[in-house]
């Protein structure tokens, strides 16, 4: 598995502000991800974190909104700009692990939780 | 049609009770298969993978049909502690960047 922190816990930010949350993880991976999840939803992809290039976005959502670092192999942020109370959700990062049987999966961070007013 | 589907719940069951919830998926080209589980207020964690063969982990037994394109999960003796939303993913791919998640089954055991 990983070890997967993330800052801050939890915010509550005023509209038009912008939030960096951070990931660290205990150990170099090659891919990591941002995920939102809105109350009773479930888990949304925002993008791919990519080592030494632009993070992959998925339909939806765009740099702009979301810029995204990825400095190292154990390391990516993720920005929320210019709120506004849509974007109040939990924001996730993730790591993918290879299991057993050449198969990966990811393991989760604890979630930033973020209130906008 | 939503990627994976799954039905929300929720299931109150009483302790000791067995539980099933099924999960469908829409993309014949799927790969990898998992559970994970989600407890209030924290982050989803990995319960088990899916093989084609079905495996078992203690009181859990995971199946899948490819065929009919669905998962399904087992809980025998339930306990107090496996309330929680129970996420059905499905991934395209073995190795995993494009993971997708279900809605959740929401499962509460009863004393």
């Known amino acids: 598995s990983a070890v997967i922190s993330q800052k801050p816990s939890r915010d509550i930010c005023q509209r038009g502000t912008s939030l960096t949350i951070q990931c660290q993880v205990d150990?170099?991976?090659?891919?990591m991800f941002w995920y939102r999840q809105q109350p009773g939803q479930s888990l949304t992809l925002i993008a791919t974190a990519n080592q030494g290039s632009e993070a992959t976005y998925e339909s939806g959502f765009v740099i702009d909104k979301f810029p995204i670092s990825r400095p190292n192999l154990t390391f990516s942020t993720l920005t929320v700009s210019n709120m506004s109370p849509e974007d109040s959700s939990i924001y996730l990062c993730?790591?993918?692990?290879?299991?057993?049987?050449?198969?990966?999966?990811?393991?989760f961070g604890p979630g930033t939780r973020l209130t906008v007013l | 049609r939503k990627e994976v589907e799954q039905d929300p719940g929720p299931f109150n069951v009483p302790e000791g009770a067995t539980v099933a919830f099924n999960c469908t998926y829409s993309?014949?080209?799927?790969?990898?298969f998992f559970w994970y589980r989600q407890d209030c207020r924290k982050e989803p964690k990995l319960l088990m993978s899916?093989?084609?063969s079905g495996n078992e982990d203690g009181r859990f037994t995971a199946q899948l049909n490819r065929a009919s394109q669905y998962i399904s999960l087992l809980i025998r003796d339930s306990k107090l502690s496996d309330s929680a939303t129970y996420l059905c993913v499905v991934s395209p791919a073995v190795e995993n960047n494009d993971m997708r998640f279900g809605a959740g089954t929401r499962l509460t055991v009863k004393p």
């Open positions: 993730s790591v993918a692990k290879r299991l057993a049987g050449h198969t990966d999966t990811q393991y």
């Open positions: 993309n014949s080209a799927s790969q990898s």
């Open positions: 150990s170099q991976v090659t891919m």
């Open positions: 899916v093989y084609s």
